[in-house]
């Protein structure tokens, strides 16, 4: 049975059909899904039924395992976490906010494939941004603003000791490790060509981006959370329902994410692998690909 890539009609994600994942891909399996995941940036895969094996392995078809800081991996395994909520939990949502997954890293993840597991059967959407759609559209004095600026990204909003997921996050039940390794810092563009297509796109957003470099805090905040405002437009968005079963991945370089609730009083459970970068390459560092 052929691939299939059926797109959302929204401003980006694509569903695959006709394809195995529990089974070894060939080759030719892998250039078709990368192609469309560069074209669409994200991708559905419905009616799966894998285990922990398969879904290492087919995270391992786009580049090695990325660094997860700050979760633990589930246990027997290096590279799976679980993102997991109870029917009974109160804490606040966790990734509800707009981000790039780990952007304060120096070389942060390409990539991101998240599997259902436990689904609820209502809420619990995931919404992403198409980043290089919102920086087509943009004004061009917002952009003339942001243009050769590079933004300073941090995780101590969420995981340092006195961030959101610190000492005084109860009840969770994500075995999040909160750290004073969150308060470090590292600079991206905030305009960057992506490493495999070239196409420039926004990289990164408020949350994690904490300011920019060689402006005052009095006139970088206010511009980080218009530009938030900029990036999560309607338009720019696509809205994924969740079924279980379903392999999502999505292209960190491209894309902004976030969790959506809706699902009190039922159990959620999906597992997690990052996609790491391609060595040498960082935001806004392209290279041509054979």
């Known amino acids: 049975m052929a691939i299939t890539i059926t797109p959302s009609g929204q401003a980006c994600g694509a ?3 006709g394809i195995d994942l529990t089974q070894p891909l060939s080759a030719g399996d892998v250039a078709d899904i990368r192609a469309a995941w560069l074209d669409h940036h994200v991708l559905a895969f419905p009616g799966q039924s ?4 398969d879904l290492e392995r087919f995270t391992q078809y786009f580049g090695g395992f990325g660094d997860d800081p700050f979760i633990a991996p589930i246990a027997g395994r290096r590279h799976v976490i679980a993102v997991k909520r109870r029917a009974d939990e109160t804490a606040p949502l966790f990734a509800e906010n707009w981000h790039s997954d780990w952007s304060f890293q120096a070389r942060p993840p390409a990539g991101t494939c998240l599997y259902g597991i436990t689904i609820p059967p209502v809420g619990g959407n995931t919404e992403f941004a198409n980043q290089h759609a919102a920086l087509a559209a943009m004004p061009d004095a917002l952009r003339a603003r942001i243009e050769g600026r590079r933004a300073i990204h941090s995780a101590r909003g969420g995981y340092a000791p006195s961030g959101m997921y610190g000492a005084n996050d109860k009840g969770r039940s994500m075995d999040i490790r ?3 390794a969150a308060m470090a810092t590292q600079a991206h563009p905030i305009i960057c060509r992506h490493p495999e297509t070239g196409r420039e ?3 990164g957003c ?6 920019i470099e060689d402006m005052d805090d009095a006139e970088a ?6 530009l938030l405002h900029w990036q999560g ?4 968005r696509y809205s994924h329902k969740w079924e279980a079963g379903m392999l999502l991945m999505w292209d960190n370089r491209s894309v902004l994410h976030r969790a959506t609730g809706g699902y009190d009083g039922h159990d959620r459970l999906l597992h997690r692998t990052t996609i790491a970068a391609w060595d040498g390459d960082e935001p806004g560092a392209h290279r041509s690909r054979a």
Request: proline content about 7%; cysteine-free; charged content about 25%.
């Open 201 to 203: 796109g926004l990289f």
């Open 50 to 53: 894998l285990g922990d094996d």
């Open 15 to 17: 569903a695959v059909t």
């Open 221 to 226: 905040l206010p511009l980080i959370v218009e």
């Open 206 to 211: 408020a949350g994690y981006i904490i300011g």
């Open 233 to 236: 437009r309607e338009e720019f």
């Open 178 to 180: 909160p750290g004073e």
